[in-house]
Nanobody, 126 residues
Framework: QVHLAESGGGLAQAGGSLRLSCVYS????????MGWFRQALGKQREFVAG????????ALADSVKGRFTISRDSAKNTVYLQMNSLKPEDTAVYYC???????????????????WGQGTPVTVSS
């Protein structure tokens, strides 16, 4: 059984920063790509960032390039999403997930991922 637990969400002002963490447990996930998605109220879940098993390949949505970074610490079974220069449109529930495929390129589609955390809410005020 795989368990993913996000933390670090909360309230931030526009231009501020937050760092989200995702701790994974259960089956070894260090050989899998991991991703962050977000879902704003009334909108579909969208890809934010992905990282391959060793951090050598990273994918970022155009909307967050230059502001967000993704990283992982396999020794701590943790994936991070550092969010800088936050904007009100970044307000959403953020989810981490495991890429189901054996791949060195992190997926960008919801269907690429199978295990999901419960989500952590992020609210950015203007």
């Amino acid at each position: 059984q795989v368990h993913l637990a996000e933390s670090g969400g909360g309230l931030a002002q526009a231009g501020g920063s937050l760092r989200l963490s995702c701790v994974y447990s259960g089956r070894p996930l260090n050989s899998y790509a991991m991703g962050w998605f977000r879902q704003a109220l009334g909108k579909q879940r969208e890809f934010v960032a992905g990282i391959n098993w060793n951090g050598g390949n990273i994918a970022l949505a155009d909307s967050v390039k230059g502001r967000f970074t993704i990283s992982r610490d396999s020794a701590k079974n943790t994936v991070y999403l550092q969010m800088n220069s936050l904007k009100p449109e970044d307000t959403a529930v953020y989810y981490c997930a495991r890429d189901r495929r054996v791949t060195n390129i992190p997926g960008t589609a919801v269907s690429d991922y199978d295990y999901w955390g419960q989500g952590t809410p992020v609210t950015v005020s203007s």
